[in-house]
T-cell receptor, first 115, second 111 residues
Framework: EAGVAQSPRYKIIEKRQSVAFWCNPISGHATLYWYQQILGQGPKLLIQFQNNGVVDDSQLPKDRFSAERLKGVDSTLKIQPAKLEDSAVYLC?????????????FGPGTRLTVL | AQTVTQSQPEMSVQEAETVTLSCTYDTSESNYYLFWYKQPPSRQMILVIRQEAYKQQNATENRFSVNFQKAAKSFSLKISDSQLGDTAMYFCAFNNNDMRFGAGTRLTVKP
């Protein structure tokens, strides 16, 4: 079974530029998550999708971050414009359902450096 | 808001010995789920063990077990017979509609 795929693996941009990350979840997984992991901290949930609908985006900085999950499969996370404090690893995860006990399967992450 | 605290930023253990990682959380909810995830160096995060709050029996998965103390809001992870491959960051997580992670404990298993 293929795991969660993410691209790119690394990205370096200047502040005020825009950037997009892509995630392909495990086939059949209805729920998709985007996390931000700043160095030395645990992952912070940014947004959770159930199929193509948003379940929770309470911690997403909506003035600069946006995410979509068209057709309930792949997802993209965009930052525009980027700030220095956005430097982090962006993790995508998926689970079979949105049940609280479901195991989340994580991708390798995209490491973003904002200069 | 739910918070998860891991008070040990770093720990080390000798191969084959036992180590316990601490985790406490704060919530007013009665039903929730607790997890330990492992993030090996340069590798993906994977689930180690999980516990449903309404179950009193502590979860076990081979060499991994938890000590769940609901009243104390404590959820520690015990690793028995530590192996070199257990070297990783360990994150405690709490889920009640949205997942919250602790800051992690870096565990090093020494030969």
């Amino acid at each position: 079974e293929a795991g969660v795929a993410q691209s790119p693996r690394y990205k370096i941009i200047e502040k005020r530029q825009s950037v997009a990350f892509w995630c392909n979840p495990i086939s059949g997984h209805a729920t998709l998550y985007w996390y931000q992991q700043i160095l030395g901290q645990g992952p912070k949930l940014l947004i959770q999708f159930q199929n193509n609908g948003v379940v929770d985006d309470s911690q997403l900085p909506k003035d600069r971050f946006s995410a979509e999950r068209l057709k309930g499969v792949d997802s993209t996370l965009k930052i525009q414009p980027a700030k220095l404090e956005d430097s982090a690893v962006y993790l995508c995860a998926s689970s079979l359902t949105s049940g609280g006990f479901d195991e989340q399967f994580f991708g390798p992450g995209t490491r973003l450096t904002v200069l | 808001a739910q918070t998860v605290t891991q008070s040990q930023p770093e720990m080390s253990v000798q191969e084959a010995e036992t180590v316990t990682l601490s985790c406490t959380y704060d919530t007013s909810e009665s039903n929730y789920y607790l997890f330990w995830y492992k993030q090996p160096p340069s590798r993906q995060m994977i689930l180690v063990i999980r516990q449903e709050a309404y179950k009193q029996q502590n979860a076990t998965e081979n060499r991994f077990s938890v000590n769940f103390q609901k009243a104390a809001k404590s959820f520690s992870l015990k690793i028995s017979d530590s192996q070199l491959g257990d070297t990783a960051m360990y994150f405690c997580a709490f889920n009640n509609n949205d997942m919250r992670f602790g800051a992690g404990t870096r565990l090093t298993v020494k030969p």
